[in-house]
């Protein structure tokens, strides 16, 4: 697993990622993600709205079209009973407001056809200020088991390397606090999200 070291830098064996290179990253994945910023607008107004029907297949085909991987929400869609897909995005999306990100992704990954990877993937967009997504980029890359644990240790360096980037006066080249402002449960003034540094790390292992 990855450790944090003091002096703001995360290394796990062979890859390293140091605070002072998260605004470029950052920039270069908001540049090369056009559609991360819609996404991410359009699931806060899936949560104000309720998760309609509508919404909610919307939701889900959009986040598997972002993941590359469209025929993932066929199969959810598919296999899911609309009011069980509404009730489980619903619960997921206030667990995670209220810091429970864990039993959100266990809400998540109940649902049939929906793994891990693309569970992680729904509720990064549903709470982008307490999710990270792991997919098999950032799992084969830095050994992050595609399992819960994998998951809480992988969001667990990413907290700590937010910290420190706070601490620091990062700057903050991001949409999270002055370019996106919506009223939702568990917004907050905060610039770095955690999801911001998760989407730097996973461009500098795509880089």
Known sequence: MGLVANEGRLHITHFSIVITELPALLQRFICSEPTTLDLETFAASVIAGGFTAEDTAGFVRRVCRWGGYAGVAG?????????TLRTALASAAAAAHAGEVGSSLQRLTKIRGLGLSFASKHLKFLAPDHAVVLDSVVSSRLGYQLTHPGYAAFL??????????????VDYPGWGNDRWRVSYPGWGNDRWRVSDIEMAIFEKLRS
């Open 156 to 169: 667990s360096d990413c907290h700590a390397l937010r910290a420190m980037a706070r601490q620091a006066g």
């Open 75 to 83: 199969r959810v869609l598919k296999n899911t009973e609309m009011a």
